[in-house]
């Protein structure tokens, strides 16, 4: 089965009226009796479950009370209650992340249902004949049979902003499940979507303009009851600790939920320095909690190993070099858990990129950044700032702030003249931004923006893939309907405080954690690609083999010149060109593995 590594322990797959139904099963929940696919007492309605349902026990409680009977304890069952009792309309009161199938057998129809937040990815594609679903695009393109098409949009905006936006993706015609909502595919094939989840909604609903501020005791309790809810298991679990605000909390409060050390991971990088390595602060604050840390280092060797197990795939290119860090880290964690918490939106719940907290100042500054922004460039932090804020109008700014550096020009320019509409993104952005209500502010329309597309599209899908790679289940308990509207609706007063944000979170726990964390800047993983690429010869060989073979995938869009050039030891003496090159590699495995080659278009001169 082509979803082996998302469920080792069993695989099974059955034939219920029009639905063919399989399932790889990683078991965490009532690891005895349940097993999928799974039918409800009455043979009504069949479920295949990719995830969980934390709230399970109390909606156990509300069915068994309406006459439903269960033959398991598992949270699979309780949806197929739910769904026999309120139909599309009860996922709605789920409080967990899931991708599920759901066939009833009453009038034939399949129900494909998604998460709100978009914590498990789901993608689906119609032939002449069906309608097919799966968790990885990999799986759905063999399971459908088709031979896929480049979306060469998407793959520009893959390049551009780092993932493809909406329900694209790399195929035409094969497309993200939206978060929140449900596919109906009737008995006959034919489709329609159902929102029984909306985020802006679940905003608005707790939005209350001049409210006070949260006192600390309800910010920690908040924080207790999500991670609580998240550590639902029958097997053991622990947490990535990067030493960052956000899981260091998370650690925090799950190592009050048991008398043993938790298990925490953290990743450092060889030949990194010491100011560079997050190790410091994740050792500061296993010290504090009393947690069992276990440090995985990360070598040149690694990236050259594991970058054809992510990228090498019609799954489709994950070119950020902090994914081989994370799938080394789920690896080592998955010899000893089978579950980790991470502290995944935070940031998106409590405003705590910078970008949110300068955005604030785009009408005073951006003048100034205008004329300041082309001498800066984007080699900084400041630049980068500067050539956000310089933008007037707020879809291209809110886009700019975090427009991927590592995307090489010529082949943008190429993809562009075979047809990619770099205004697709824009025009996205447009529509959702229309929808928000006019009472929000600008801060909690960036807030909702990067949860329906940042998140879904680009950070949960990475962490979900590196993660079930290595076969272990990462949980966000950030990302809870309990916690994160709440958190988005709070007045921009309260998140920010001058040019910082997540205010109710470093006051809320500063007596539990050590200072450097709370104080730290936001910083993402530091590496040393750049020092690898030019002096270590296994990745620089891999590198060059793959990129300057005569029959490279790029080449039908990039030149042997402009490939020798991303090498150069001046281009690699760089981080961005190290980025530069490693995307393109990247990308080159990705094509090489899909044995699509692009359509051909004018090789820039």
Known sequence: MALHHRGPDA??????????????????????????????????????????????????????????????????????????????????????????????????????????????????????????????????????????TLDLTSVLETLTHRYAFGTHTLYEGVHRLEPGTALVISAHAEVRHVRFTSLAEEVERHRAPGAPAPTDAEVRARFTDTVEHHTMADVPLGCFLSGGLDSSVVAQRLARTTSEPIRAYAVGFEGATSEASELPYARAVADVIGARLREVQVSAADFADLAPVLSGSLNGPLADPADIAMLKLSLAAGTEVKVVLSGEGGDEAFAGYPKYAADRYARILGPAMRSLAPRLGRRSRVGIAADALARAQRPDRWLRWFENDAAPVALMSTLMRGGAQPERARAWVEDRLRAYPRAWSDLQR????????????????????????????????????????????????????????????????????????????????????????????????????????????????????????????????????????????????????????????????
């Open 11 to 148: 695989q099974a797959q059955t034939r219920v009226g029009s639905a063919q139904l399989g399932h790889a099963r990683l078991s965490i929940v009532d690891l005895a009796s349940g097993a999928q696919p799974m039918t409800d007492t009455t043979g009504t309605v069949t479920i295949v479950f990719n995830g969980e349902i934390y709230n399970h026990l109390t909606l156990r409680r509300d069915l068994e009370a309406r006459g439903q009977r269960f033959a398991t304890r598992s949270d699979t069952e309780v949806i197929l209650g739910l769904y026999l009792a309120h139909g599309v309309a009860g996922f709605a009161r789920l409080r967990g992340m899931y991708a599920f199938a759901v066939h009833d057998a009453r009038d034939g129809s399949t129900t494909v249902a998604r998460d709100p937040f978009g914590i498990k990815p789901l993608f689906w594609t119609r032939t002449p004949r069906a309608v097919h679903f799966a968790s990885e695009l990999g799986a759905l393109l063999h399971e459908a049979g088709v031979t896929p």
């Open 446 to 605: 960036m807030q909702v923006l990067d949860l329906e597309s940042w998140l879904p599209n680009n950070l949960l899908h990475r962490g979900d893939y590196t993660t079930m790679q290595a076969s272990i289940e990462q949980r966000v308990p950030l990302l809870d309907l309990e916690l994160t509207p709440w958190a988005v609706a709070l007045p921009d007063r309260v998140k920010l405080s001058g040019l910082r944000g997540k205010m109710p979170v470093r006051r809320a726990f500063a007596s539990n954690l050590p200072r450097q964390v709370l104080t730290r800047p936001k910083s993402g993983f530091r590496l040393p690609l750049a020092e690898w690429l030019r002096e270590d010869p296994t990745l620089r060989g891999m590198v060059h083999d793959h990129l300057l073979a005569p029959n490279a995938g790029l080449r039908a869009w990039l030149d042997r010149a402009t490939l020798e050039g991303l090498l150069s030891p001046a281009a690699l003496a760089s981080t961005g060109g190290a980025k530069l090159a490693w995307t393109a590699l990247c990308l080159e495995l990705w094509l090489q593995a899909a044995h699509a080659r692009a359509p051909q278009a004018a090789v820039p001169a």
